[in-house]
């Protein structure tokens, strides 16, 4: 991507800092200096670097004499600063360095843009020092380094803000508001604070354009995303599934990995041991652990390590027979003398053993093949029993086993009876309308009336949760199938959830029929007009949808587009051409 330049250029000597010519002699030559203020040190791209670590100081003057002056003992480090950086206004330095070194190779730098709607942290400042020696390096190793800034002008921060801000509730608050009106709510705070931004950056020393910047919500940029979208489109990258991803039942959508890792907090959550008797034995029961029981009334199997050992175990004071991990007795037994083993044999014994549901509310499905015991080596000794609760729509590794054994099948609908508020629907008629936090001691007592509880209970261990309601929730979602790998990194890349059920983001711009066969992919602004006759200013769903809930192709009939947005990290992407003007997208740092 960076193509390294033939020859270094002969140019004047520069120190690494600034652009200020160092003095030169009569003939034109640079003067070399002595090893009291930099030291002879010429490189082949035509530096010299500093002797000791005080040179720089005395490197603005434009005087030669001026760098005999002895150091004082006493700095004033951020008066010293103040005065380079009214050197560098008074010479332009930034804009005149890109002027000099015009017509040389360039080098593109990808740069992840802050929101505006909060203040720099150190997490920005460290960042942007370290993208700063970066591209500083690159232009004095011969390169042209344009280097602007930018801004993210939409997505959960923003629409997080306004929802604080007019008491936004959830998506009936936003659909009483209207969408329109709720976007441009989030509009007008998107630069809240970017003249803080500029002064903080600009006081970091940092070398970057705030006058030529770009932001996320530019026409050019957002139908750049429709574009990428497309092209993946076409390449057959793009197809509908389902998703287990965290999902914030305070915001109200699906979040990424970074964001559910935002301002985590320990809290304590209801450890529970809970009995499946066996069909075959009911006498004989498999015994699970969780931290979690408002996802038990969605239980669909059991998951064992195969190649672990299991023991049937008798308890000495109820005399009830249990299976769990040899490793793991001390979870359910305090002392040696609290059970007896009867027999040890390996997981892989226990597969496709039936079980009898806590609850009934799936076991009439005919889709599925549940309450069944699965094989797989995500199990450890580490924590539980050894027998683990599948929720196949809570959690990831739940959902990728109960696919491997055919509990359910990728089309089948969801078990997922959760809405986005974090509510138990009517389909958990026992604890419909609770939220799902609050049901745990609901559900516990249950189970205790029911004789589904373990004989013992594990003591309330802190669990690490999120401040703002996490949980993980299946989610219907568009997903972009990444060929290329970024070595390590994306070893083990999967297919990456790229749809969003907000509202202040880019639009995806696909049209479909009623019954999904019958397409239409947009990849610019003007390819819309040309279908639909009416150009929109603008790619966000409320202004691409007062063209019609309907887009008409000739031939192919009526078309409606998915009212989802793109997720944020699509601008991440690609960099690609659109016409004439080189549309740079960022990567997340």
Known sequence: MISKPTGFPKAEVRTPAYPHPVPSSSSGRSIPFSSSGISKFPTERGFRRPAHNFPFISLCSTQFTAMAKPVPENINFPKEEENVLKLWAELDAFKTSLKQSEGKPRYIFYDGPPFATGLPHYGHILAGTIKDIVTRFAHQSGFHVERRFGWDCHGLPVEYEIDKALGIKG??????????????????????????????????????????????????????????????????????????????????????????????????????????????????????????????????????????????????????????????????????????????????????????????????????????????????????????????????????????????????????????????????????????????????????????????QPDQAPAIRSAQPVGDAADLQGRAELEKRFGNWLKEARDWPISRSRYWENSIPLWISDDGRRRCVVGSIEELATLTGTRAPICIGETVDKLGDTLARKGKGMLKRIPKVLTAGLKAAACHTLGENLVCFTVIL
């Open 171 to 456: 998506p009936g608050d936003v659909a009483k508001l209207g969408i329109e009106n709720y976007n441009n709510e989030c509009r007008k705070i998107v630069m809240r604070y970017a003249a803080d931004w500029e002064t903080i950056i600009s006081r970091m020393g940092r070398w970057i354009d705030f006058k030529n910047d770009y932001k996320t919500l530019y026409p050019s940029f957002m139908e750049s995303v429709w574009w990428v979208f497309q092209e993946l489109f076409k390449k057959g990258l793009v197809y509908k599934g389902f998703k287990v991803m965290h999902f914030s039942t305070g915001l109200h959508t699906t979040l990424s990995n970074f964001e559910a890792g935002l301002n985590y907090k320990e809290v304590n959550d209801p450890a529970v041991i809970i009995s499946f008797p066996l069909v075959e034995d009911p006498d004989v029961s498999l015994i699970a652990w969780t931290t979690t029981p408002w996802t038990l009334p969605s239980n669909l199997a059991l998951c064992v390590n195969p190649e672990k050992k299991y023991v049937k175990v008798r308890d000495m004071v109820t005399k009830k027979v249990y299976i769990m991990m040899e490793a793991r007795t001390e979870a359910l037994f305090k002392k040696t003398a609290d059970f007896e083993i009867i027999s040890t044999f390996l997981g892989a014994e226990l597969k496709n053993k039936q079980y009898t549901p806590l609850f009934e509310y799936f076991t009439k499905r005919a889709d599925l093949k549940p309450f069944r015991v699965c094989l797989d080596k995500y199990v450890t000794e580490e924590s539980g029993t050894g027998v683990v609760h599948q929720a196949p729509y809570f959690g990831e590794d739940d959902f990728r086993v109960c696919l491997a054994h055919g509990i359910m099948q990728r089309d089948s609908p969801l078990v997922c009876p959760v809405d986005a508020t974090g509510c138990f629907t009517d389909e958990v008629s026992d604890f419909k309308g609770q939220y799902v936090k609050d049901a745990d001691k609901a559900i516990n007592k249950y189970l205790k009336e029911h004789g589904r509880l373990g004989p013992r």
